[in-house]
Nanobody, 114 residues
Framework: VQLVESGGGLVQPGGSLRLSCVAS????????MYWYRQAPGKERAAVAT????????NYANSVKGRFTISRDNAKSTVYLQMNSLEPEDTAVYYC????????WGQGTQVTVST
């Protein structure tokens, strides 16, 4: 199982980023997928989740209305569109798949700052 995130970077408050996570080594379309984030000095926290066909999504209250999770099962990829970014969104973002004991990517850094 491998999960590879990309798309992070430095952005000004109010800006946007789109994160991608390419999965391999398991039947991607059979699993819900998750985005988490871990800010400096804080525990890793769930940000968004999406069902196998993409018909159901859930978000942390702090990102509702600003972030959108989506997936492309043909490309084994899950996305996180992040709009209206705030400094409090600064964190390492991880995708996760509940395969076996759970797998994580290496993370991608998102920094929101002037």
């Amino acid at each position: 199982v491998q999960l590879v995130e990309s798309g992070g970077g430095l952005v000004q408050p109010g800006g946007s980023l789109r994160l991608s996570c390419v999965a391999s080594g398991f039947s991607f379309s059979s699993y819900n997928m998750y985005w988490y984030r871990q800010a400096p000095g804080k525990e890793r926290a769930a940000v968004a989740t999406i069902s196998t066909l993409g018909s159901s999504t859930n978000y942390a209250n702090s990102v509702k209305g600003r972030f959108t999770i989506s997936r492309d099962n043909a490309k084994s990829t899950v996305y996180l569109q992040m709009n209206s970014l705030e400094p409090e969104d600064t964190a390492v973002y991880y995708c996760s798949a509940p395969v076996g004991g759970g797998y994580w990517g290496q993370g991608t850094q998102v920094t929101v700052s002037t």
